[in-house]
């Protein structure tokens, strides 16, 4: 059984940084691009930033994120990671990880989801 958990959520100020991780288990995890997605209340589940299969492989990052938030890996460890700095309040959202065979920034296409962690960015 698939099983993706996130952690490292919480309440940050404006310009902020937290690091949330995202444990794997029950699939070989090195086989997997790993995607993060947010869903703000009201919103829509939107893509945030995603990495191939391969320790320091290919990123890609949504525009509103870019140059602000980074996504790394540890196949070592089943373990994919979200650096998240100068924080603003509209990047208020819970985060997700997913994984898919292939790298795509589409939240249809990922075959596993985690339940989510929570970010609040106060103003």
């Known amino acids: 059984q698939v099983q993706l958990v996130e952690s490292g959520g919480g309440l940050v100020q404006a310009g902020g940084s937290l690091r949330l991780s995202c444990a794997a288990s029950g699939l070989t995890f090195s086989n997997y691009a790993m995607g993060w997605f947010r869903q703000a209340p009201g919103k829509e589940r939107e893509f945030v930033a995603t990495i191939s299969w391969s320790n320091g492989g290919s990123t890609y990052y949504a525009d509103s994120v870019k140059g602000r938030f980074t996504i790394s890996r540890d196949n070592a460890k089943n373990t994919v990671y979200l650096r998240m700095n100068s924080l603003k309040p509209e990047d208020t959202a819970v985060y997700y990880c997913?994984?898919?065979?292939?790298?795509?920034?589409?939240?249809?296409?990922?075959?596993?989801w985690g339940q989510g962690t929570q970010v609040t960015v106060s103003s």
């Open positions: 997913a994984a898919d065979r292939v790298l795509n920034m589409k939240v249809e296409e990922y075959d596993y």
